[in-house]
């Protein structure tokens, strides 16, 4: 058993789940059964507060969720600097790396080309050493999901500074994208060598997570949130952490990591689509709608788009799911154009809702490029929809188990493996991988849950005679 499996093994889970809700004494507190984060700041005694620019400065040069406001201040603040220093090569970057995470936080995808233009002056006016410029390449091929470019260009970044820790992050983001587990996993060891944090914490997560050792995801982003020193910052791992609690199917405990991801920043929109998905599922429909409709209106997500469409479905409203069908579509169509890759998100809704066809191709192309677990689970089941069941299955196979890349607990892969097997005839397996999938997440889709469990009535207990469920 690996080192992070045998701690999860020793502390219990409920000592874990608490960890991730209060995180620390000295960063948060319990009042009244609810989540409150105790303020971060300095004391009166203490240092002044930076100012706004220079804190997304260090944000952003460290590759941590900034403030909107404060990415503005920094934006402005590089672009005076470089009307009277246009040959600061770092200035540049810096201001490319800003764009690129005003674009990640604003879903404003049209923030990439002006970011992509200052990374790229940066490069024409120090064309040699300028590790910044290539950092902040990486980042912008993460954003717009170019798994390969993010890739190239930090490892070009880590061979000029290999002890440079804030390429390591960019690296693991890559290489998780492109389905490289094992490369992610030694970017994560790299980069512990290198510093502890915060950062790092919820960067080791996000592995953990990938590799199914939930509780030590959760613990590790109990310590970050805890660590945080902005609340953009922890506001983000608190998000994280509820995401996490939702895909165990603990509806109230991500509901109180979301709204107090919320509380702590109200620009957590992520947070907010979380909400949404949580009330849901708590049968609080009113205000689930209203938690969608708030995190679209200010980050038009396509993937919020799909989960509230189909909300509408579940609903017996198809007309408002349309609408938001269309609105999906027009994002997708809107970050193409700025290079982005929402390939993965319109295949997985033109397999389910659209031309089942088109998303073969798609999802097709996009394995060919970066076969990550995601788009094997995606592939496969867009396959599934066009009556190919098994080469479905070999897809549905990778997401799902471990040695094939597919560590991470689903329910939705799950779900999506056991309906190819019922097809299939193999009705043994089709029952555990339902069932597991209703264990993992009983509430984890409107629509499917319900046909999980349709299918699993109608599939009926196994027979008697022995091994009949290993078929």
Known sequence: MDKPQEAAAHEPRRRIRRRVLVGSAAGCAVLGGVLVLLPWGRGADGPPEPAPGARARAAVTAGVPAAPADLDALVEDRRRHLEEHPRDARAWAVLGAARVEQGRRLADPARYPSAEKALRTSLAVRPKANADALRGLAALANARRDFPAARRWGEAARKLEPKRWTTYPLLIEAYAGLGEHEAAGRMLDRLTALRSGPDVKARAAAVYRDRGWRED???????????????????????????????????????????????????????????????????????????????????????????????????????????????????????????????????????????????????????????????????????????????????????????????????????????????????????????????????????????????????????????????
């Open 217 to 471: 995801a959760a613990a590790q982003l109990a310590d970050a949130a805890a660590g945080a020193a902005e609340p953009a910052e922890r506001a983000a791992y608190l998000e994280r952490a509820g995401q996490l609690a939702w895909e165990r199917g603990d509806r109230e405990d991500a509901l109180r990591h979301f709204q107090e991801a919320v509380r702590i920043d109200p620009d957590q929109r992520a947070a907010q689509a979380g909400q949404g998905r949580a009330l849901a599922a708590l049968g609080r429909t009113t205000e689930a709608l209203a938690a969608y409709r708030v995190a679209l209106e200010k980050q038009p997500r396509p993937e919020y788009a799909l989960e509230l469409g189909e909300l509408y479905a579940s609903l017996g409203l198809p007309q408002a799911a349309r609408v938001q069908y269309d609105l999906l579509r027009e994002r997708v169509r809107v970050t193409a154009g700025h290079g982005v890759d929402e390939d993965l998100v319109l295949g997985r809704f033109e397999a389910d809702h659209g031309d089942a066809r088109a998303a073969v191709r798609r999802l097709e192309a996009e394995w060919s490029r970066q076969p990550s677990t995601a788009v094997a689970d995606a592939l496969g089941w867009a396959l599934h929809r066009t009556g190919r069941h098994q080469e479905a299955l070999r897809f549905a196979v990778r997401a799902t188990e471990g040695e094939h890349g597919g560590g991470v607990r689903s329910a939705l892969y799950a779900f999506h493996r056991g309906m190819i097997e019922r097809e299939l005839g193999r009705h043994g397996a089709a029952r555990r991988h339902l069932r597991e999938a209703l264990t993992i997440n009983p509430y984890f889709s409107p629509p499917r849950v319900e046909e999980a469990r349709a299918a699993l009535a109608r599939l009926g207990e196994p027979p008697v005679t022995a091994g009949s469920e290993l078929s």
